[in-house]
């Protein structure tokens, strides 16, 4: 519990620090959302990204809305099925990542600009996609490091004894 406690913390942290405007934002947090999924499984990390969305949200003074909480769910659970008690591999996070940038960062995230700012939705999109054609693959290659490094597999290996 106290690990997950922090990497909620580190998760609020990196989500201050992004690149980008209201449509289109880069950020770190993907690697947090991911590693709580891969230690914890999709019921911890399904409420840990509920959680951080909310109290994020509530920080920044934004307004809040449920559907970026669906799909930081959503994201969470889809790593959950693909990393969760499963060997990482080059496989495994490539279909994760591109589920996550199609179904969840492009589909879902552009319907709730469209809903929340009245933009069009097919207006938004074209650059929403060459956004994730861009930064998917070094997301996957990041992920991929990060559950390869030593460190991240000795406290997997910690806390799953």
Do not use: C, E
Request: aromatic fraction near 14%; charged fraction near 5%; charge should be positive.
């Amino acid at each position: 519990m106290v690990t997950m406690g922090l990497l909620m913390a580190v998760q609020l942290v990196l989500s201050r620090f992004t690149i980008g405007n209201q449509f289109i934002r880069l950020s770190f947090t993907f690697l947090v959302v991911a590693l709580i999924a891969r230690w914890f499984g999709p019921w911890w990390g399904m409420l840990t990204a509920a959680v951080v969305d909310i109290v994020g949200t509530l920080l920044t003074g934004n307004p809040y809305f449920v559907g970026f909480t669906v799909s930081a769910v959503l994201g969470s659970l889809i790593y959950a099925l693909f990393l969760y008690q499963h060997p990482v591999s080059w496989p495994r996070l490539i279909i994760a990542q591109v589920l996550i940038a199609l179904l969840v960062n492009t589909v879902l995230n552009t319907l709730w600009l469209t809903i929340m700012y009245q933009t069009p939705f097919w207006a938004l999109l074209p650059m929403r996609l060459l956004k994730q054609a861009i930064v998917s693959p070094i997301q996957i290659v990041l992920l991929y490091l990060l559950f390869k490094s030593h460190v991240t597999q000795t406290i997997y290996h910690r806390l799953t004894r």
